[in-house]
């Protein structure tokens, strides 16, 4: 039987308290319940969104809370903006300890998406070639800049944390039957979406690898799909291809989150954590 001093230890290993992060997409269905998270655990958090309205909002509740929380606005696309995103945190909170990359051009078939642009209607053959190159900026080069900035002040304190946010599309191909409706124009979770989060995992293991003996490390997060009010013929669908039956909720991905963040996976690197309900072990 575990005493109470050995679970106050291993509790402490996911005390996050003197430390800072960033989470960019933090407006975002997940990047506001990492937000959250991370300040639950004690520490710093910066919201980086686009969005900087809602971010302010998120940061707010954390604030009265009784957590240090800062939004900022930031474009990852642009190299000027993710600097100063990362300025404001080392001005505001004296450093930076973590870095939750979890901005992206995601193609959702939540209620709220299905009538965007980002709805993912258009076929292969006939995908623009401007939303390929909007979606690599995003998620790719974004994310390539937010870590070049964010090492900086890793490498002079000598330590940091860097979570990539991938998805079960960049280990495998989407199922398109989901995104079918009888009598209905087809729809597809387009390419950029598998081409980008498999390249998440790239990047990630060659920054590992790249700061091997530097005392940071870089794991992915690979969430499975999260449910959004989705309509039932969705969710249905969806559900009968996880082996645990069901979408993830929001807050699902948390605990991977703040263990990839915290001392808790001291002895993980170039890693890739599935929380995908069992969609890929089939």
Request: glycine content about 10%.
């Amino acid at each position: 039987m575990m005493t109470a001093s050995q679970a106050s230890k291993i509790l402490d290993l996911f005390d996050l308290t003197a430390r800072v992060a960033i989470v960019t997409g933090g407006a975002g269905l997940l990047g506001a319940e990492f937000a959250r998270t991370l300040a639950e655990a004690g520490a710093a958090v910066v919201i980086a969104d686009l969005d900087v309205e809602s971010a302010s909002l998120i940061a707010g509740k954390i604030q009265r809370g009784g957590r240090q929380c800062l939004a900022v606005q930031a474009d990852v696309t642009t190299p000027d903006s993710v600097q100063k995103m990362v300025t404001a945190t080392l001005q505001t909170f004296g450093g930076l300890d973590i870095l939750v990359n979890s901005a992206a051009l995601d193609p959702k078939f939540d209620p709220q998406a299905l009538d965007s642009a980002q709805a993912g209607s258009g076929s292969f053959e006939d995908f623009p070639l401007d939303a390929w190159n909007q979606a690599l900026a995003v998620n790719l080069t974004g994310m390539f800049l937010c870590c070049k900035a964010a090492v900086q002040p890793m490498l002079a304190q000598g330590r940091g944390v860097i979570v990539n946010l991938c998805s079960m599309y960049g280990l495998v191909g989407p199922d398109q039957r989901l995104y079918q409706r009888p009598g209905e124009p087809a729809r597809y979770k387009p390419v950029y979406y598998s081409v980008t989060k498999a390249g998440v995992l790239g990047l990630t293991r060659y920054l590992a690898t790249y700061y091997a003996g530097k005392n940071i490390r870089v794991n992915a997060l690979t969430p499975g799909g999260v449910y959004n009010g989705h309509d039932p013929d969705f969710v249905q669908a969806y559900s009968a291809r996880a082996v645990l039956g069901r979408m993830a909720e929001k807050d699902e991905m948390n605990g991977a989150l703040l263990f990839l963040a915290s001392d808790a996976s001291a002895y993980m690197t170039g890693a890739n954590l599935v929380v995908d309900g069992g969609w890929t072990a089939w």
